[in-house]
């Protein structure tokens, strides 16, 4: 009966409600711009390349490259035709939550096998769904390893009943799944090869092998005979750098990497140690993050890496459990025992206790907390995110022209050969897209780039994170820019576009208006109309000083009561940015526009203002990040003729 699909309905209302809350906050992320091309972005392209008949291709930084040259995930090529039916990353959200719940079957049909009680299966899933690890990884983006966390479960349930048929099944496809399951995939061999019977003796060693010679195929030759060409040193070489080129850093990062080894581990080890030797195929893989100096904290506990510690933690627990059971059962009459029940059942309150806590997922009050899961940057959809929409509808570039887009715009524009991000995350003066301008046609630009992250000394992403890109697309003299709105920019090959002008003049030569906005003080404006919906807006700024020198203020212009179509003045916003200004130098810029053709016919006023990017808040431009807390000024009446349909 327990090899059968388990009956019980907590069960499967466990699995929905876990996989369904994934799946949501997944798409949720999506549907937000809040899931980058880094990973999401490039899993999705690197699948949609095999219906063109390319092996996994994707576009990092130098160009395009195989991810079999990277993590050898073959398992992708199975999502393939999902990708062909639904060109989009969120099939793979979906088909990864499913899967992922899927592996509570195996792990409530161990524990029913093992201990003979439905409460001990109830609880084994349990942890299986709500491992800390597990959600963090699951709702880190698509990852091979997070796809094998499942199958490596099955395999374990697998070999507990010795069905070696199912097992080979889910232990080959877990090796498909990354390149390194080779490690935890050699610990179970060796598991059942040290404290099996002759018959998993027998089978332990079979997977050994087989582990062991799969990893040194995928490393040595998969890797090598996709490497790019460009590429110094061989491919294992640079794979290791990469991870490990920077051990010499450890110590400073001694104490957190502890503490993260401390999620990872402990909330399971009440009774997890008891069934320590399952523990073991979980820790090479567990200590290579750990000690990894890869870009970011990839140590941390919400890295996607530790998803293979899962499955190998619920073995663990049953397995103590078990041990526990068998010592009760044999010890002498009157001798005090240690009952598993209570152990388990207290597991699994802490397991579930620490996700509530540590995972950013309904269940953890701060989510629901002002920056929190519902913010902007996490599973917040806001009305920007509808502008983006619609922006990417009307001037998304045509498929299969190569391109460079925003990190988070980007996912929705993978079905092409050539997708560089407009800022790599390791670039950040805007030194790298200068030389990958002449590969594209178009560049998709975010000027007050909402995604942001707070930091204890700066604010990551927010307003000007892409400023420097955006003026080298401006200064690159085959590119013009043809669209914007928002903040959201379209560069592309074409002979005229909308002008994008700045210099330090002599003196004002516009209307004189008169507003000041902390250090900076408006001379002069004027808006004039170059027929249709097309505006040409001319100011004029100075300075007595006092500006900062650590950034660059952001001028925004918006129409009185309109939303989704500020207007960033992308002249003294990337060309001649306040940091540069001099005191008392007059600063004069002139910029083109075309409003959009969804906004009404009628009059409005043309209000200005300053922000600073400084501001956590600052990617909503408002009363928040407002240079000394100055309101928008009015320098205009304007006149919006009816629009084209």
Known sequence: MSERLPRDPLLWIAMLAV??????????????????????????????????????????????????AGHVELIYLAFAPLLTLWPSPQPLLLAQAALAAAGAIPAYRLALRRLDSRLAARCAALIYLLYPVALTALLFDFHGDTLAMPMLMFALDAADRRAWRAYALWVGLALLCKLYIAAPVAGIGACLALWGGPERRRAGLITGTVAVAYGALAFFVIREAFAPPQQPGSAAAAYTSHYFGRLETLGATAAPRLLNALVIFAPALLLAWRGWRWLLPALPLAAAALLSTGPGSGYHFSSHHYATVTPFVVMAVVDGATRLRVAATTAPPGTPVRRWRPDLAFTTLLVALVSAILVEQPLNPAFWLPGGGLDPSAYGVTRRDAVKDRFLAEHAPPPGAPIAASMFLAPRLIDRDTLFVVRYPDDPGGERLPSLLPQVDYLIADALFDWRVPGERQVLGGPAYERHEIAAALRDPALRLTAARDGLLRFERAPTGLAQTVAVVPQNDLPAQTAYFGPIRLLGAEVTSLGGRRLRASFAWTSAGGLPTDRSLIPVSHLDGVEGARIVHLPTFALMPTADWRPGAI????????????????????????????????????ARSAIAGAPPAAIAEITVPPGEN
């Open 587 to 622: 600063v004069r810029e002139q910029f083109e526009l075309e409003l959009p053709p969804d906004l009404p016919a009628g009059r409005y006023t043309w209000l200005v203002a300053w922000y600073d990017p400084a501001r956590p808040e600052a990617y909503a431009t408002d």
């Open 19 to 68: 996989g369904g809350m994934v799946a949501t906050l997944g798409l949720a992320s999506y549907a937000g711009y809040n899931s980058g091309m880094l990973d999401l972005g490039a899993m999705a392209q690197a699948i949609l390349s095999v219906s063109r008949g390319q092996p996994l291709v994707t576009t990092g930084p130098g160009g395009n490259f195989s991810r079999l």
